[in-house]
């Protein structure tokens, strides 16, 4: 091969390369990078499974609540509160349900900053007693039909008020996971079924169930803490009291809310003086992976499968 062919297969090795590079380079401009993305902050781990389902890897989520953590309480460090206030776009629960973060949320609204509140999007039911008695219930997401309203409502701001999203993967999104939630009502409604309605009554540790007893006709014969946050205290009263009704229902199981400790709950098993499990459900908070409740699907799930045995004839 003479030097001259050489040189000619050396030229055009070069030109191909370099018009290659100039192609990925054009390519990598067209292309969506993490630092374009739009910011959405969302407080509830509940919540920020959900966004992150319907948005994808399209939008940056930032869930404010860590795995375990209890609603009512948590609070924001200072990168946090940074996050939040610089978020392009704020989903939050909504009914006081964020007590520790409602300052930041109320400066989220001051800013202008577009912010989806969840309950917003159905009417809510409001506690029947205890002293939160009038005030509207927050803990819709354990109905699932209640959150599948959410949903709709939540897919149409996300596509209204956040730039950068596409419409029709959304839309996509969307529709499968309103999907999921609808074959989850009815898997739902098929277990709770096969329980008695003579012992479709709940006991837990403060009032969470109020949407689900309402949706799959459950009564709710009472709560430890006799109030819809766990920051309340029940009183020896309020102990006598709801002893008296678990021995009058014949309750066999009291559910405890696995994000804060059932203490209270074993305490009144013994003071009722009867024989009563306690289970622990994920009610308020969601797990990290492989701790049975990673995503709000799973946490109904397996929140369902634990009621259904835990109120079966016999369980006790």
């Known amino acids: ?85 610089n978020a392009d776009f704020v989903v939050s629960n909504g009914l006081g349900l964020e ?71 959304l839309e996509v999104s969307v529709a499968d996971y309103a999907s999921q939630l609808e074959e989850l009502d009815m898997w739902m409604q098929g277990e709770f079924d096969s329980i008695p309605s003579s012992s479709k009554s709940l006991v837990t540790n403060h009032h969470v169930f109020g949407y689900l007893a309402d949706r799959f006709g459950f009564t709710v014969v009472g709560t430890v803490i006799p109030g819809g946050t766990t920051l309340a205290a029940p009183s020896a009263a309020d102990f006598a009291e709801l002893s008296a009704d678990i021995t009058a229902a014949g309750v066999p199981t009291i559910f405890a809310d696995s994000s804060s400790p059932d203490d209270l709950a074993r305490a009144l098993a013994s003071e009722a003086g009867i024989e009563v499990r306690v289970e622990p459900l994920f009610t308020e908070s969601l797990t990290p992976a492989g701790g049975g409740a990673a995503t709000y699907l799973e946490m109904m799930r397996t929140n369902t499968e634990r009621i259904t045995t835990g109120l079966a004839p016999g369980s006790s």
């Open 99 to 169: 007590e520790g973060v409602a300052q930041h949320l109320g400066q989220v609204d001051a800013a202008g900053i577009p912010h989806f509140v969840a309950s917003d999007a159905f009417e809510p039911l409001a506690y029947t007693e205890g002293d939160t008695e009038g005030m509207d219930d927050p803990h819709f997401w354990t109905d699932p039909a209640r959150m599948s309203a959410v949903v709709e409502a939540l897919g149409m701001q996300l596509a209204a008020e956040v730039a950068g999203l596409d419409a029709e993967t």
């Open 1 to 85: 091969m003479g030097a001259r062919t050489v040189t000619h297969i050396l030229r055009g090795v070069v030109a191909a390369g370099a018009a290659l590079a100039i192609a990925s380079g054009l390519a990598s401009c067209g292309a969506t990078t993490p630092a374009d993305r739009p910011e959405i902050v969302v407080t509830t781990n509940i919540l920020g499974d959900v966004v992150t389902e319907l948005v994808g890897d399209q939008a940056t989520v930032t869930t404010l609540m860590k795995p375990g953590a209890d609603p009512h309480s948590f609070s924001l460090s200072a990168q946090e509160a940074a996050s939040i206030e």
